[in-house]
């Protein structure tokens, strides 16, 4: 059973989202329900100290919203499986208790970056790569825009691309583009939100006992 502070927290998302034209869910709106997933550690330094059940279930909802956009990098890039392979290794450090080595993440995200930095006609298509980057950096470090006093007033293209969340790319994988984007779907963005409020944060939530 959720908390009742972020049950209330989701349902003035709910209504945000219902009331939005073009089913989006800003940052604004995100941020106050990723804090009160729960508490983490900003210094996640040696020697390696356990990981808290806040910095757990963030990253868990980021590798959901990456898992849940996978097939539109597969459709686009076929055989490369670079995400699934990132977000493979970033389980091992959740399950190993702590997290990774500044040595051990360099070359994964190294590789990953090459791989949507260098298709300029990928697009939308990219976008489940830099889901699976942010999800793979989270399992290294909590520190994120959610802790920033001005969250709560943020806009998620405030941001340069690389200080996307990565439930944002995935929004965007989702729907092809951002809103005013003329290729992309606000009913599939809508959808991907409605996803989000309703199974994939309780589900987040519930992965910590």
């Given at each position: 059973?959720?908390?009742?502070?972020?049950?209330?927290?989701?349902?003035?998302?709910?209504?945000?989202?219902?009331?939005?034209?073009?089913?989006?869910?800003?940052?604004?709106?995100?941020?106050?329900?990723?804090?009160?997933?729960?508490?983490?550690?900003?210094?996640?330094?040696?020697?390696?100290?356990?990981?808290?059940?806040?910095?757990?279930?963030?990253?868990?909802?980021?590798?959901?919203?990456?898992?849940?956009?996978?097939?539109?990098?597969?459709?686009?890039?076929?055989?490369?499986?670079?995400?699934?392979?990132?977000?493979?290794?970033?389980?091992?450090?959740?399950?190993?208790?702590?997290?990774?080595?500044?040595?051990?993440?360099?070359?994964?995200?190294?590789?990953?970056?090459?791989?949507?930095?260098?298709?300029?006609?990928?697009?939308?298509?990219?976008?489940?790569?830099?889901?699976a980057a942010y999800a793979f950096l989270l399992s290294e470090s909590d520190?994120?825009?959610?802790?920033?006093?001005?969250?709560?007033?943020?806009?998620?293209?405030d941001s340069e691309i690389y200080g996307w969340t990565g439930d944002f790319?995935?929004?965007?994988?989702?729907?092809n583009g951002p809103v005013g984007n003329d290729d992309s779907d606000d009913?599939?963005?809508?959808?991907?939100?409605?996803?989000?409020?309703?199974?994939?944060?309780?589900?987040?939530?519930?992965?910590?006992?």
């Amino acid at each position: 059973m959720l908390p009742k502070e972020l049950n209330d927290q989701i349902a003035k998302a709910k209504a945000y989202l219902t009331n939005d034209p073009h089913g989006d869910l800003p940052l604004h709106q995100r941020a106050p329900i990723l804090r009160l997933l729960g508490d983490g550690r900003e210094d996640m330094k040696a020697p390696y100290p356990s990981y808290l059940p806040g910095h757990i279930r963030r990253y868990t909802l980021m590798k959901m919203c990456a898992e849940k956009v996978f097939f539109v990098w597969e459709n686009y890039f076929q055989i490369d499986r670079t995400p699934q392979i990132t977000l493979g290794e970033s389980d091992k450090y959740i399950q190993r208790g702590f997290p990774p080595t500044r040595a051990e993440v360099k070359p994964l995200i190294n590789r990953l970056l090459a791989c949507v930095e260098n298709d300029p006609d990928a697009g939308a298509a990219a976008m489940p790569g830099w889901a699976a980057a942010y999800a793979f950096l989270l399992s290294e470090s909590d520190t994120d825009i959610w802790t920033r006093d001005d969250a709560a007033t943020m806009e998620d293209l405030d941001s340069e691309i690389y200080g996307w969340t990565g439930d944002f790319n995935a929004s965007l994988a989702y729907a092809n583009g951002p809103v005013g984007n003329d290729d992309s779907d606000d009913s599939k963005r809508r959808e991907f939100w409605e996803w989000y409020l309703n199974q994939a944060v309780e589900e987040a939530y519930e992965s910590v006992s």
